[in-house]
């Protein structure tokens, strides 16, 4: 099965960012606004027990953390991908981090970039067009994430919540 752990932020900032994934994401309907804590890998059905009895104890070392999202940018040159920069909070990257030693696929393929996807697989002329207008706009959101999820893909692409975890911080 392929999972993956994210933090979804409040209500809120998720209608500001369908309110942009509806036209410019083609995997709005797959999965709702979402940081991505630990990007999709592989487990064994037979294991999945034993990864959520994982995440349980990574969930009791970390406390609940503060989510900024401060400015739109871009994967560009990379990809035509507009985000959400949210601040690179010491919880957040403590928290990636554990998720990424020895648990799971510790692999990464690009340095972390902590955000909350808008706008993806753009012409060059649209990424342009649309990050100028984003980047006028702007956005400045904070809030206090306390809980991750681990989400399990579906057949059709889509992903749905399997388990959620409370950041307790009690195991520190």
Request: aromatic letters at 10%; zero cysteines.
């Given at each position: 099965?392929?999972f993956?752990?994210?933090?979804?932020?409040?209500?809120?900032l998720?209608?500001?960012a369908?309110s942009?994934?509806?036209?410019?994401?083609?995997?709005?309907?797959?999965?709702?606004?979402?940081m991505?804590?630990?990007?999709a890998?592989e487990?064994?059905?037979?294991?999945?027990e034993?990864l959520v009895?994982?995440l349980?104890?990574?969930?009791?070392?970390?406390k609940?953390?503060?989510l900024?999202?401060?400015?739109?940018?871009t994967f560009?040159?990379?990809?035509?991908?507009?985000?959400?920069?949210?601040?690179?909070?010491p919880?957040?990257?403590?928290l990636?981090k554990?998720?990424?030693?020895?648990?799971?696929?510790?692999?990464?393929k690009?340095s972390?970039?902590?955000h909350i996807?808008?706008?993806?697989?753009?012409?060059?002329?649209?990424?342009?067009?649309?990050?100028?207008?984003?980047?006028?706009?702007?956005?400045?959101?904070?809030?206090?994430?306390?809980?991750?999820?681990?989400?399990y893909?579906?057949?059709d692409?889509s992903?749905?919540?399997?388990?959620?975890?409370?950041?307790?911080g009690d195991?520190?």
């Amino acid at each position: 099965m392929k999972f993956g752990v994210v933090a979804f932020p409040a209500k809120k900032l998720q209608d500001v960012a369908n309110s942009y994934r509806k036209r410019y994401d083609p995997h709005y309907e797959l999965i709702t606004p979402h940081m991505t804590l630990k990007d999709a890998f592989e487990v064994d059905e037979n294991e999945t027990e034993k990864l959520v009895q994982g995440l349980e104890e990574i969930a009791k070392r970390h406390k609940p953390f503060k989510l900024h999202a401060t400015r739109v940018s871009t994967f560009s040159p990379l990809t035509n991908t507009l985000y959400f920069k949210v601040d690179p909070d010491p919880g957040i990257l403590s928290l990636h981090k554990d998720l990424h030693t020895d648990f799971y696929d510790s692999q990464t393929k690009y340095s972390y970039v902590p955000h909350i996807t808008i706008a993806q697989k753009m012409s060059d002329s649209e990424h342009a067009d649309i990050f100028g207008q984003l980047k006028m706009v702007g956005i400045d959101h904070e809030e206090i994430i306390d809980r991750i999820h681990l989400l399990y893909q579906l057949e059709d692409g889509s992903w749905t919540v399997h388990d959620t975890f409370r950041l307790t911080g009690d195991d520190q």
